[in-house]
């Protein structure tokens, strides 16, 4: 198996801690392009802004994305949750990050995706998603747990609601 980097982020107190992989296991011999993105919990009370993602396969998902050369990921973070929900937002706190390793057909690349996770609010809608192929999705909080696409959004989303044993599937 080829080796890969490690991933570390600052913990508690400071200290460096490894990023958790979800998902897929890495595939022998493929090369992966790191792309870091930003993905947002949004919650009013007890539902949740999502996004469902008809192509390449139909998908709820966090809200958000890449983060552009030279973008601030906060700045990215408004971008793409306006782009794929057309809400506006307040951002409340960084929740973490986590890895997956994955084929994104949309843009013909495997990616060693770097995604770091913030808690948010809603605050207006002011138009329509912009990205094709997404639409803005509010679903109880608790759905999510079950309806989200990939396990870290999962394991995030459990960790604010204080949910033990979130699979890494």
């Not at 960084?94 to 843009?107: D, K, V």
Request: proline content about 7%.
């Amino acid at each position: 198996m080829p080796r890969l980097p490690r991933q570390y982020g600052t913990g508690n107190h400071g200290t460096k801690q490894m990023i958790r992989r979800y998902g897929e296991q890495v595939k022998q011999g493929q090369r992966y392009k790191r792309r870091p993105g930003v993905y947002a919990i949004l919650l009013d009370g007890d539902e949740m802004l999502a996004t469902h993602q008809a192509e390449p396969g139909p998908e709820y998902q966090l809200p958000g994305g890449g983060i552009d050369a030279g973008e601030h990921p906060v700045a990215a973070l408004h971008r793409e949750v306006y782009e794929e929900t057309g809400w506006r937002i307040a951002v409340e706190r960084r929740l973490g990050a986590f890895r997956r390793f994955t084929y994104m057909p949309e843009y013909d690349l495997w990616a060693e995706k770097v995604c770091t996770i913030y808690l948010a609010r809603p605050v207006r809608r002011l138009a329509p998603p912009s990205e094709a192929g997404h639409t803005a999705v509010w679903m109880p909080v608790e759905a999510g747990l079950d309806l989200l696409g990939n396990a870290g959004d999962r394991a995030m989303l459990a960790r604010v609601l204080g949910v033990r044993g979130a699979s890494r599937g």
